[in-house]
């Protein structure tokens, strides 16, 4: 059975700083494609930062230069540093675990991000 467990959302004052975490089970984490997806209310879900299995990132440019994405393929997690947030980085973020031939895609829970002073 694959899960991913997401962790680490709350609410911050803007100009704080947030790390959430991905922990996978039930699937060859190194071969995965791990991204991060945001959804505002009333807005498309979008892609914040995605890491391929060798390191390689990209971001979306809102966020280029405050978020940084990681991943341990020993602990099967994968991490988004988030600083500098702002009111506008409010959402509910989600974990998404992309395999290499787009065979198979899974999803997080998703964890809730309120930047707000």
């Known amino acids: 059975q694959v899960q991913l467990v997401e962790s680490g959302g709350g609410l911050v004052q803007p100009g704080g700083s947030l790390r959430l975490s991905c922990a996978a089970s039930?699937?060859?984490?190194?071969?995965?494609?791990m991204g991060w997806y945001r959804q505002a209310p009333g807005k498309q879900r979008e892609l914040v930062a995605s890491?391929?299995?060798?390191?390689?990132?990209a971001y979306l440019d809102s966020v280029k230069g405050r978020f940084a994405i990681s991943r341990d393929n020993v602990k099967n997690t994968a991490y988004l540093q988030m600083n500098n947030l702002k009111p506008e980085d409010t959402a509910v973020y989600y974990c998404?675990?992309?395999?290499?031939?787009?065979?198979?895609?899974?999803w997080g829970q998703g964890t809730q991000v309120t930047v707000s002073s």
């Open positions: 039930g699937i060859t984490f190194s071969i995965y494609t």
């Open positions: 890491i391929v299995g060798s390191g390689n990132t």
């Open positions: 998404n675990a992309d395999r290499f031939d787009k065979k198979a895609d899974y």
